[in-house]
């Protein structure tokens, strides 16, 4: 028996609606992607006319010292060597000095105020002696440094003008989204006033600064843009052209602005002060990784780990070593980078509010911050004297270990009162070697408790095991610095 299939025709009117209803969505849905997805400007010509007059190319120059004898390095005896004396020596008799030369650098940079402030890269105007602006209008004027700051690669100069300058204002680099367009101008190769164009490629990009948070974008940046202004559609300065990535030099489309709510602040602070001035913790701290997380019992990877507390507000606070720092000053605190910035923007003698997690508990503690520039010029006070005998080696967790005589424990850097195990060797291929343990470092803690003797380390080992966990916490140090390193104990 066979069966079939009946169909019916459809009704005109109802195809007809469903077209419609077809043709309906497909005209919403362009609707929403016409709002989603802007095009690319018609132009960027009215933007540069705006914005042109504030920015300007920089000449340094620099006395540079040449030396008394450039002769080359021969070997003694060689048959040359007569030759090339006698060469030399006739541009340089009697072994006189070399007269100086003079070298010439450029550079670009923007006005930010009408009374003569200008922006540009500390790298551009270090070691110069004599600073030319030259303006757009065609204009020179001669510059004197107001203030430098080399973490940010950031630099403030001053020129004095007999009539108000055009300048432009620093925009929100958090708004940036990548994807949005953007226009650099400077001085790239020494060619003058040129404009490149391109799109935010990435945001938060760190290259080797403390506090770096760069744009990264596609906009043409060659060797001359360094100090320029990177600007959004508004006219808005974004970003100050830093650096770029290259394996010959020129632009190949990776080129990095820092943003300009770091930099706005850090050129306040030197029109103001002729320095900065920024907030300081007093902690050494590292970030909570997956293992770390584990080891401590923590609900998640985030935070930073506080591995050593020296001298100074957080101690004065009553933050201790294996204290996790979740907020600071009312926000959450991802990773140390995170922290480092918030605490160097936060105004020195604040008080501030700092909440962490100790022993699976949260804690409140109120720190006032001091001035980082400084604390960085104190000097760091000699390490405690407490030898001991040392004893016979002990091998645990890929490490071969012993107590630390006092010549160790003085090179080692230890904290006057600090005991710990001396690593004297590690197992290559192990997780220790692999997570970066080395001979010479010492272990001062596991499991947030001092070890003292291979004992100490195998009890700690055991109650991580107890516990359930997969990792034991260490923490080392190396040259005096302290950091936690998490290894299996299955």
Do not use: C
């Amino acid at each position: 028996m066979h069966s079939r299939v009946l169909t019916r025709p459809m009704p005109q009117l109802t195809l007809r609606a469903m077209w419609l209803g077809i043709l309906a969505l497909a005209f919403a849905m362009a609707q929403s992607l016409a709002v989603e997805a802007r095009g690319a400007p018609e132009s960027f010509a009215d933007l540069a006319d705006k914005v042109s007059p504030a920015v300007v190319n920089i000449t340094t120059s620099t006395v540079i010292a040449q030396a008394a004898d450039r002769r080359p390095q021969l070997p003694e005896g060689s048959p040359f060597e007569d030759f090339f004396r006698d060469f030399m020596d006739r541009g340089n008799r009697g072994g006189e000095q070399a007269p100086p030369r003079r070298g010439q650098a450029l550079g670009s940079g923007f006005v930010v105020s009408e009374d003569g402030y200008i922006v540009t890269n500390n790298h551009v105007i270090e070691g110069a002696d004599d600073i030319e602006i030259e303006f757009f209008s065609g204009d020179r004027l001669k510059a004197k440094v107001v203030g430098t700051d080399p973490k940010t690669d950031l630099a403030v100069l001053k020129v004095e003008s007999d009539k108000p300058l055009p300048f432009v204002r620093f925009g929100d680099s958090n708004a940036m989204r990548v994807g949005d367009w953007v226009m650099a101008m400077g001085n790239p190769l020494g060619q003058g006033f040129s404009v490149s164009a391109g799109i935010v490629s990435a945001r938060g990009r760190s290259l080797q600064g403390t506090y770096d948070d760069y744009i990264q974008t596609d906009a043409a940046i060659n060797r001359g843009n360094s100090g320029g202004p990177l600007f959004n559609m508004d006219g808005d300065v974004i970003g100050i052209n830093t650096a770029i990535l290259s394996p010959n030099g020129g632009s190949i489309g990776i080129g990095f602005a820092m943003a300009s709510n770091v930099a706005d602040k850090v050129v306040k602070q030197l029109r103001d002060f002729g320095e900065t001035r920024r907030g300081w913790l007093g902690v050494r701290i590292q970030d909570v990784t997956g293992d770390i997380a584990e080891a401590m019992g923590l609900p998640k990877a985030a935070g930073a780990l506080v591995t050593d507390v020296p001298d100074g507000p957080a101690k004065d606070a009553g933050l201790l070593p294996n204290d996790v720092i979740v907020s600071f000053d009312g926000a959450d605190v991802a990773n140390t980078r995170e922290l480092v910035r918030r605490v160097a923007d936060a105004e020195v003698g604040k008080a501030v509010r700092v909440v962490v997690l100790r022993d699976g508990k949260t804690e409140t503690l109120s720190v006032t911050l001091g001035r980082r520039e400084t604390a960085e010029g104190e000097s760091t006070p000699d390490a405690g004297q407490n030898g001991q005998a040392a004893p016979k080696e002990e091998s645990l967790l890929g490490m071969t270990l012993r107590v630390p005589t006092e010549d160790e424990r003085q090179a080692a850097g230890l904290p006057a009162g600090t005991d710990g195990l001396l690593v004297v060797g590690v197992t290559a291929g192990s997780e220790a070697d692999t997570k970066g343990l080395a001979e010479g470092d010492v272990i001062t803690e596991a499991g947030q408790k001092p070890v003292t003797t291979a004992a100490d380390l195998t009890a700690r080992i055991t109650e991580a095991k107890d516990a359930g966990r997969k990792s034991l916490l260490l923490l080392v140090r190396r040259g005096g610095d302290p950091r936690f390193v998490a290894l299996s104990v299955n």
